[in-house]
């Protein structure tokens, strides 16, 4: 069974229909966020204290047919039975921690009959809310998003982007600021500021003024949803919701959203970590969009007909070092499904890194191309490592879209090859697919579940976290099938070692954006493990390569002084010993600039 990702920056949203109360606003919306699914309503009736709840009878019997016809015409599930209460707000957290949803909607005219304010009902949110006022088409060509800093305005973007995914609104976010003092919170909004760089598709704007209701309602005249979030003060404030919001919810009659996360406030708003995990909203909303299964694409007569569409060349190169055992059946496999029995692949070129085995012979008598890395470009040298191949292979094939599979996969089956190609085929805008899959290693006879990706895990996801948290939905930077367009992979440097994977990752995402990346599940890859020194090397090459990106990123140089050998502890009998190997990671310029290349691919007319 094919695993499944969540493809909704928010899971399950909860509306209650309360009597005396219609939900028709705080179900538009919903339905704006949740694109119709994954949408739970509960019946709650209110009977004044004093009155016997024996008096709800035929108010509930209302409520149920409500909720019936609900059901009938929109796609929403109901939450167990008609809640009937003296204190009708505890009936509705109840459900709500029954249910634990993402998000809790309210209108204000539910307020009012459950007997709260928007700023009581605010104030300790059972999980992140929206205040809903005004009225709200069902397709909102406009919506303006009030963002500043700290969790609400986390809550508020994150609430923007559902709405523009689901109904193609153009989605424009306000910053204001003062025209004096510097405002609270200005270094959280830094965390906002870094997401919004990377969402070009959001219209930024600024506003300078000293009364922040006045110049949101200004700017929002003319779009159709409003969202702003509710002051920013600690749960036991007296404030809760703020002048700012209750203007704006008293003042304008289109549709407004005041929001409020559940998450604990920041205990220092003028702090920049304050407005840290508002990268998370990029993340969900990349990982949501970007993330395929391989089976998606394995209609192949459909992904041919895509290919012929766009006019696509394709090219598998295969990285090899002495891989005699599996080299042949991955060659065999590409070539008899995608080549002979579905045009999907247009050549296969081995590039291999002087092996001493048989590797070559196996691979010539496939009948495909077989070069020796070391060879290829002789007056740039020759270097040792997987990078070298993988950027010479650039030179060797003619492709539009350039694959890269490892020959030691012991599992291998077309999904490897297809799966990458999916995105790219199918999506114009995706320059660069890394694959992913669960990992048992091979030790001997026998299979260790889950036992992979150590390197990744301890070294390449904790440098992404720290240094490019943009990629920390990247489930397996390292993995060594992935690939992209040559008019991208051509401008990119290459690592010469063990850093080639995590380097092009980090340089795609700096020169085209993380929208231009797409990761697939090919499922599983049985593969044998390596010692702990080659695993040791290659994290000291790999911190070397992120290094290296962080200095271009900062302007500041630390390579030059830091240590490129390292100690290596051997055991020898009843005695350790210190041995050093030199670990410097290489890198090779663009390939667009060298000569030979330029002359095949970008001739001078």
């Given at each position: 069974?094919?695993?499944?990702?969540s493809?909704?920056?928010?899971?399950?949203?909860?509306?209650?229909?309360?009597?005396?109360?219609?939900?028709?606003?705080a179900l538009t919306?919903?339905?704006m966020?949740?694109?119709?699914?994954?949408?739970t309503?509960?019946?709650?009736?209110g009977?004044?204290?004093?009155q016997?709840l024996s008096a709800?009878?035929?108010?509930?019997r209302a409520?149920?047919?409500t909720?019936r016809?609900?059901g009938?015409?929109r796609r929403v599930?109901?939450?167990?039975?008609?809640?009937?209460?003296?204190e009708?707000w505890?009936?509705?957290l109840?459900?709500?921690?029954?249910?634990c949803?993402?998000?809790?909607?309210l209108?204000?005219s539910?307020?009012?009959?459950?007997?709260?304010t928007?700023?009581a009902?605010l104030?300790?949110p059972?999980?992140?809310m929206?205040?809903?006022?005004?009225?709200?088409?069902e397709?909102?060509?406009?919506?303006?998003?009030?963002?500043?800093?700290g969790?609400y305005?986390?809550l508020?973007?994150?609430?923007?982007?559902?709405?523009?995914r689901?109904s193609?609104?153009?989605?424009?976010?306000?910053?204001?600021?003062?025209?004096?003092?510097?405002?609270l919170?200005?270094?959280a909004?830094?965390?906002?500021?870094r997401?919004?760089?990377?969402?070009p598709q959001?219209v930024?704007?600024?506003?300078?003024t000293?009364?922040?209701?006045?110049?949101?309602l200004?700017?929002s005249?003319?779009?159709?949803?409003?969202i702003?979030?509710a002051?920013?003060?600690?749960?036991?404030a007296?404030?809760?919701?703020?002048?700012v919001?209750?203007?704006?919810l008293?003042r304008?009659?289109?549709?407004?959203?005041?929001?409020?996360?559940?998450?604990p406030?920041?205990?220092?708003?003028?702090?920049?970590?304050?407005?840290?995990?508002?990268?998370?909203?990029?993340?969900?909303?990349w990982?949501?969009?970007?993330?395929?299964h391989a089976?998606?694409?394995?209609?192949l007569?459909?992904?041919?007909?895509?290919?012929?569409?766009?006019?696509?060349?394709?090219?598998?190169?295969?990285?090899?070092?002495n891989?005699?055992?599996?080299?042949g059946k991955?060659?065999?496999t590409?070539?008899?499904?995608?080549?002979q029995?579905?045009?999907?692949?247009d050549?296969i070129?081995?590039?291999?890194?002087?092996?001493?085995d048989?590797t070559?012979?196996?691979?010539s008598a496939?009948?495909?191309?077989?070069?020796?890395?070391?060879?290829?470009l002789?007056?740039l040298g020759a270097r040792a490592?997987k990078?070298?191949?993988?950027?010479?292979?650039?030179?060797?094939?003619?492709?539009?879209v350039?694959i890269?599979?490892?020959?030691?996969?012991?599992?291998i089956h077309p999904?490897?090859?297809?799966?990458?190609?999916?995105p790219?085929?199918?999506h114009p805008?995706?320059?660069f697919?890394?694959?992913f899959?669960r990992?048992?290693?091979?030790?001997?006879?026998?299979?260790?579940?889950?036992?992979g990706?150590?390197?990744?895990?301890?070294t390449?996801r904790?440098?992404?976290?720290?240094?490019?948290?943009e990629?920390?939905g990247?489930?397996?930077p390292?993995s060594?099938?992935?690939?992209?367009?040559?008019s991208?992979?051509?401008q990119?440097?290459f690592?010469?070692?063990?850093?080639?994977?995590?380097?092009?990752?980090i340089?795609?995402?700096?020169?085209?954006?993380?929208?231009?990346i797409?990761?697939v599940?090919?499922?599983?890859?049985?593969?044998?493990?390596?010692?702990?020194?080659?695993?040791s090397?290659?994290?000291?090459?790999?911190?070397q390569?992120?290094?290296?990106?962080i200095?271009?990123?900062?302007?500041?140089?630390?390579?030059?002084?830091?240590?490129k050998?390292?100690?290596?502890?051997?055991?020898?009998q009843?005695r350790?010993?210190?041995?050093?190997?030199?670990?410097?990671?290489l890198?090779?310029?663009?390939m667009?600039?060298v000569?030979?290349?330029?002359?095949?691919?970008?001739?001078?007319t």
């Amino acid at each position: 069974m094919s695993r499944r990702y969540s493809t909704r920056l928010f899971r399950n949203v909860l509306v209650p229909v309360i009597h005396g109360a219609a939900p028709d606003a705080a179900l538009t919306v919903a339905m704006m966020i949740a694109e119709a699914t994954h949408v739970t309503i509960c019946g709650i009736v209110g009977i004044p204290d004093g009155q016997s709840l024996s008096a709800a009878a035929l108010p509930a019997r209302a409520v149920r047919q409500t909720l019936r016809e609900l059901g009938n015409t929109r796609r929403v599930r109901t939450s167990g039975r008609i809640r009937v209460s003296h204190e009708p707000w505890t009936e509705l957290l109840q459900v709500v921690e029954q249910e634990c949803p993402d998000l809790l909607i309210l209108d204000t005219s539910q307020l009012a009959i459950l007997n709260m304010t928007a700023g009581a009902a605010l104030r300790y949110p059972p999980c992140d809310m929206i205040i809903a006022g005004g009225g709200f088409p069902e397709r909102p060509d406009e919506v303006l998003c009030a963002v500043r800093g700290g969790p609400y305005a986390e809550l508020a973007l994150r609430l923007g982007l559902a709405i523009g995914r689901t109904s193609h609104s153009r989605l424009t976010a306000l910053h204001l600021s003062p025209t004096t003092t510097a405002p609270l919170g200005e270094a959280a909004f830094k965390g906002v500021d870094r997401v919004l760089r990377n969402l070009p598709q959001v219209v930024r704007k600024y506003v300078k003024t000293d009364d922040a209701a006045e110049g949101i309602l200004e700017a929002s005249s003319g779009c159709d949803v409003l969202i702003v979030g509710a002051t920013a003060r600690p749960r036991d404030a007296l404030i809760s919701i703020g002048p700012v919001a209750e203007t704006i919810l008293a003042r304008r009659t289109k549709g407004v959203l005041v929001v409020k996360s559940s998450r604990p406030f920041p205990v220092n708003m003028n702090s920049e970590s304050a407005g840290q995990t508002a990268i998370s909203v990029l993340v969900d909303k990349w990982f949501a969009e970007n993330t395929y299964h391989a089976t998606e694409f394995e209609d192949l007569a459909s992904l041919l007909e895509l290919k012929k569409k766009h006019r696509l060349k394709i090219s598998i190169a295969l990285p090899a070092l002495n891989e005699e055992a599996t080299v042949g059946k991955v060659i065999q496999t590409i070539r008899d499904a995608l080549m002979q029995r579905v045009p999907l692949v247009d050549e296969i070129v081995v590039m291999d890194s002087a092996s001493s085995d048989r590797t070559r012979e196996i691979a010539s008598a496939q009948g495909v191309p077989v070069h020796v890395h070391q060879e290829v470009l002789p007056d740039l040298g020759a270097r040792a490592g997987k990078g070298e191949a993988l950027w010479k292979s650039l030179c060797l094939t003619s492709g539009d879209v350039v694959i890269w599979i490892d020959t030691d996969v012991m599992n291998i089956h077309p999904r490897f090859v297809y799966g990458l190609l999916g995105p790219l085929i199918a999506h114009p805008e995706i320059q660069f697919v890394k694959g992913f899959y669960r990992r048992p290693l091979k030790v001997g006879n026998k299979l260790q579940a889950g036992g992979g990706g150590r390197v990744t895990e301890l070294t390449a996801r904790p440098l992404l976290n720290l240094f490019f948290p943009e990629l920390s939905g990247i489930i397996q930077p390292l993995s060594g099938e992935y690939g992209g367009r040559r008019s991208a992979l051509e401008q990119l440097p290459f690592s010469s070692g063990y850093g080639v994977e995590i380097g092009l990752l980090i340089d795609v995402f700096e020169k085209f954006g993380l929208g231009s990346i797409a990761q697939v599940d090919l499922q599983e890859r049985i593969h044998h493990n390596q010692p702990l020194e080659s695993l040791s090397k290659m994290s000291f090459a790999i911190i070397q390569t992120v290094m290296r990106r962080i200095e271009k990123r900062y302007g500041v140089k630390m390579l030059e002084d830091v240590n490129k050998t390292m100690k290596l502890i051997r055991y020898g009998q009843q005695r350790l010993l210190l041995d050093v190997d030199e670990i410097a990671e290489l890198e090779r310029p663009p390939m667009i600039e060298v000569k030979e290349y330029r002359e095949r691919f970008h001739p001078v007319t």
